[in-house]
């Protein structure tokens, strides 16, 4: 029985790094896109440089919420998955864009002069 506790404090000493590691690759990769831009054909996330072409997209869906706009809902045309951490998350043919910590009003009008807004 003395064994198992020692194993026991084995196994919290080799999860404690993972767990750290874990956090705080979590905290880094939810803020590493600061700017997003919307140009004549995409969207890019910027320092990242990933982008969504603009062709995808069919709609917009602005979520009824109050208060600040925190994220944009879109459909596009192909079903596919894609994950840009703190930006963009696609699944299928939907697509939640966070706009937290960029101008979402502005970012939100560039798109709307090209999508209908549902």
């Keep these: 029985m003395i064994w ?3 194993f026991a404090d084995v196994g919290v000493l080799l999860a404690s790094p993972a767990l750290l590691f874990a956090g705080v690759f979590s905290i880094v990769m939810a803020r590493n896109v ?3 831009r919307v ?6 996330f910027l320092p990242v440089g990933a982008s969504l072409p603009l ?3 069919i709609a917009i869906k602005k979520p009824a ?3 600040a706009l925190t994220h944009i809902e879109l459909s596009t045309k192909a079903a596919r998955s894609r994950y840009v951490p703190g ?5 299928n043919r939907g697509c939640r864009l ?3 910590g960029s101008n979402g009003a502005a970012v939100l009008a560039a798109l709307s002069q090209r999508f ?3």
């Design 4 to 6: 198992a506790r020692e």
């Design 34 to 36: 600061r700017e997003i």
């Design 39 to 44: 140009d004549g054909d995409r969207i890019q």
């Design 55 to 57: 062709d995808e997209i």
């Design 65 to 67: 919420q109050s208060g």
């Design 87 to 91: 930006a963009l998350l696609q699944w």
């Design 98 to 100: 966070t706009i937290t």
């Design 116 to 118: 209908p807004v549902a």
